[in-house]
């Protein structure tokens, strides 16, 4: 379904930005809606993607671009029960029907690849410590076999394994490629691996990748550089959270720190760069704390490379920061989870179904699979 029919039924003589062409990468978009990476934790035993998770990506293929979720890149990656993996064949075999599912039906599908450093549990890592820049707990807790778990203090990472984190990306990468993704996204965000060495509130080390803002930013740069090497910057995106509080996390000088990441990343010319907007760190009706959002980025990011914005959006809201200029596409994640039409609904300005809580993590096909598509509920269509 394209912009221009989807409209059909509709009295706006004006296109809505959203539902416009980008072009992202080597790839032309038909529209800059995103689905926003989602972790459902409903993979298969040893992490394989099922045909479940399958059906369920296919189902939102009519995003301009789906970013599959978060995805650990080696057994030492889970931070969360039933998270699908992205470091053995199996899991390549079972990754293929996604990809084939969004490709089939026009679609285009990055995969996020991630580790969660201390925002994990021994349980779900084969009894193993969690991995961090430095000795300092997350205050959090991750779903296990066992329920709920407190994180652990992590173990410090040695400067000498680093590299071997950094590999594993680079494989993950590769492994990417071989399961047919059309891109991969860095996850930089939200409190796991990548954001611990970037912030000094959980980054304590005094040398190479900590103290300085250039040293904490190291890791993320050795990482962009090996996936860079496998699929080429115009595949690659990059996802990172300026105002991101939870976890313990903080940093004395966010601006500062920002500037210089997406600097650095715009330096390398990744596909994009993907802002996650401060308001989602609180409650929507209050100001952010930080005004770290995509307009005070905006002129930081250059060239070829696109700037995602995410969080807390309503078709108004994406509409108006595309036209503002201060981002090129728009991710959705709840209303995406509950909308699998989202761009039709979008525009036909049709009414959102709402998304169930209870079902986000975990589960079975219900509020998974099972959300109605406008067709379902024909009344419904063209309503304005
Ligand atoms: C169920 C759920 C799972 C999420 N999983 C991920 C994830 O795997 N990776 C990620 O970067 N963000 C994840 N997020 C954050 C979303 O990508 C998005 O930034 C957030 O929901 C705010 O956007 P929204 O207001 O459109 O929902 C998740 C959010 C939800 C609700």
Not at 59 to 84: D, F, K, N, W
Request: glycine fraction near 10%; aromatic fraction near 8%; include cysteine.
């Amino acid at each position: 379904m394209n912009a221009s029919t989807s409209n059909a039924g509709l009295c706006a003589t004006t296109v809505q930005p959203l539902l416009t062409p980008v072009q992202v990468g080597p790839y032309r978009l038909r529209n800059r809606i995103v689905m926003a990476p989602l972790t459902r934790m409903r993979a298969g035993a040893g992490g394989i993607p099922q045909s479940m998770n399958a059906l369920y990506y296919g189902q939102r293929a009519s995003a301009g671009l789906v970013i599959a979720e978060a995805t650990p890149i080696c057994a030492g990656a889970m931070g969360y029960i039933h998270q699908p993996g992205i470091f053995n064949e199996a899991q390549v075999e079972g990754w293929k029907r996604v990809t084939e599912a969004v490709q089939a039906e026009g679609g285009t599908i990055f995969l996020q690849l991630f580790h969660p450093g201390r925002m994990s549990h021994p349980l779900l890592l084969n009894g193993q410590l969690p991995v961090a820049p430095s000795v300092l707990a997350s205050g959090e807790s991750s779903p296990t076999a066992a329920g709920m778990q407190p994180h652990p203090l992590p173990r410090a990472l040695a400067t000498e394994e680093i590299a071997g984190i950094v590999a594993n990306y680079a494989r993950a990468a590769r492994l990417a490629g071989a399961a047919g993704f059309d891109g991969v996204e860095i996850h930089a965000a939200n409190s796991y691996l990548i954001e611990q060495f970037l912030h000094d509130g959980s980054n304590r080390r005094t040398h190479y990748y900590g103290d300085s803002i250039a040293n904490r930013t190291r890791f993320l740069i050795e990482v962009i550089e090996a996936v860079i090497e496998v699929w080429g910057a115009e595949r690659v995106g990059v996802r990172l959270s300026p105002s991101n509080t939870r976890g313990g996390m903080g940093d004395s000088d966010r601006w500062a720190l920002y500037a210089h990441v997406v600097s650095e990343l715009n330096a390398r010319q990744p596909a994009y760069i993907h802002l996650v907007e401060p308001r989602v760190s609180g409650n929507f009706d209050v100001e952010p704390e930080f005004d770290l959002g995509a307009g005070r980025f905006r002129p930081l990011v250059t060239g070829q490379t696109k700037l995602i914005s995410a969080g807390g959006h309503s078709q108004m809201s994406g509409n108006r920061i595309i036209e503002k200029g201060e981002a090129d596409l728009v991710a959705f994640g709840r209303s995406f989870l509950a909308n699998p039409d989202l761009p039709r609904r979008f525009a036909l300005d049709a009414p959102l179904n709402d998304y169930d809580r209870p079902t986000f993590y975990g589960g079975t096909e219900k509020g998974y699979i099972d959300y109605p598509f406008l067709s379902d509920a024909p009344h419904l269509e063209g309503s304005t």
